[in-house]
């Protein structure tokens, strides 16, 4: 994928990593980059930076905003599913299911709704890409955040069938699986943390290598061949960080 004169469509594009994703892709010669953003109003500042920027308003639990965006960005030859939400609970330490619900609804229905409506637009054609943030937990289940594990594990299923419908099309659509990350999402999470730059700069990084699943930055890949060698001790580790039931 050739970043230099493609046309995006990015969500979540006022957060953290949305925000280096935007500075990162003008770096790189992006034509346009629609930012989709449940208030457009969070997103001026950066509007008035750049003639190359267009906020459309986009909250993907809401199925007619994702209607309009697919009305208006039809000429996106990229998409960035960024957008995501964390309840950091657990299955019986929540006291209901309305966190684990908006979770699954933001980062897996929303993302398969949004990919569904965007099908016939540049972006699913020959030449064009598709890629989802996702995360290491996609892997990994982080007991204090199982129910964000689990709808993470279901979007990176969701990414390699997209995979591999769109092969024939010749659509690269790539799964990016980072480690916690300094946002204000990732603020409960512990240190070392990637910055949102390595998160950017590292996605675009395997675009443009054509990679099929990226984990950017070090500490990412860390974590990834710890994993590989030693999955059962990782998820050990991992399964120590739980809420506590009484």
Do not use: C, W
């Not at 790189?28 to 001026?44: D, E, F, H, T, W």
């Not at 906020?55 to 030859?77: F, H, Y």
């Not at 699913?124 to 199982?146: D, E, K, Q, W």
């Amino acid at each position: 994928m050739i970043i230099e004169g493609s046309v995006v469509l990015l969500t979540g594009a006022n957060g953290g990593i949305g925000r280096a994703f935007v500075k990162t892709l003008l770096d790189r010669g992006a034509a346009k980059i629609y930012l989709g953003v449940r208030n457009p109003a969070s997103v001026q500042d950066l509007i008035a930076s750049s003639d190359r920027l267009v906020a459309v308003e986009l909250d993907l639990a809401r199925p007619e905003q994702i209607a309009a965006t697919a009305k208006t960005a039809t000429d996106i030859t990229l998409l960035i599913n960024n957008a995501g939400t964390a309840a950091f609970t657990g299955v019986l330490s929540a006291s209901d299911t309305t966190g684990a619900r908006t979770e699954m609804e933001v980062n897996y229905f929303g993302v398969l709704a949004l990919s569904q409506a965007l099908r016939d637009t540049p972006a699913f054609r020959a030449g064009g890409a598709v890629v989802n943030i996702l995360s290491v937990l996609s892997h990994i289940t982080l007991p204090v955040a199982g129910t964000y594990s689990a709808s993470k594990a279901a979007a990176l299923h969701l990414t390699r069938t997209l995979r591999a419908e769109l092969k024939s099309r010749g659509v690269q659509v790539l799964a990016v699986l980072p480690a916690q990350t300094d946002t204000a999402m990732g603020a409960a999470l512990p240190e070392p943390k990637l910055t949102p730059e390595q998160v950017a700069a590292g996605t675009l990084d395997a675009l443009a290598e054509e990679l099929d699943e990226v984990f950017p930055g070090e500490l990412s890949q860390t974590t990834a061949k710890a994993f590989r060698n030693d999955p059962d001790g990782i998820q050990a580790h991992m399964a120590q960080l739980v809420h506590t039931i009484s």
